[in-house]
Structure formats: C-alpha cells, structure tokens
C-alpha cells in the first residue's frame, strides 16, 4: 500500500501528508470494503472515498482517481501562476 501511495509523489511533489482509512462496510452489499484517502498539500486537501469487492481494489481506484485530481490540480497551478486556494475536494465512487 506505501508504494502505490508514494506513487503519487509523482503528479505533484508538495505533499505533506497522506492518511488511508480502510473500513468494512455493511456484510451484506458486496463492495462492502472502503477506502477512504486523504492527501494534504500547501493551502488544500484531497479526499477520495471508494468502495470495491477487496481493498486492493478500492485502494487502486482511490489512487487513481488521486493522481487524475492532483495532476490536474498541479496543472492548474501552472496555468495560473499563483498560489490560489481551492475549497476541500472529495471524490466518492463505488465500483
């Protein structure tokens, strides 16, 4: 799990932290395994929330869907040229 989540480092080098909560859903829905991320950069925070049939799954969509925000959010930063904030930004999905 550290690995795909320094994997990140990738599309945007500024971040502080990284959380991962990993929760077990109600037994009875079969994607019943969440994952819940949470990447702190300079003046903002990411959260993405998944819910997959395993953990890995859940954890590589999370990743995923990670590098797709934070690649945008580095090339939003390029284009402007400044240190803008934006408000939190969450992403929740199930698979």
Known sequence: MNK???????????????DV???LGNSKDKGNKIVEMKVYVP?????????CRSFEEAIDSAVDSLSRLLKRYNQSKMKSGRN???????????V
Do not use: A, R
């Not at 003046?43 to 819910?51: A, D, G, L, T």
């Open 43 to 51: 003046k903002n925070n990411f959260v993405v929330k998944k819910s």
């Open 21 to 23: 909560y990993l929760k």
């Open 84 to 94: 803008g904030t934006n408000p939190l930004l969450e992403v929740e999905e199930s």
């Open 4 to 18: 795909k989540v320094k994997k990140l480092e990738l599309f945007y080098d500024k971040i502080v932290s990284t």
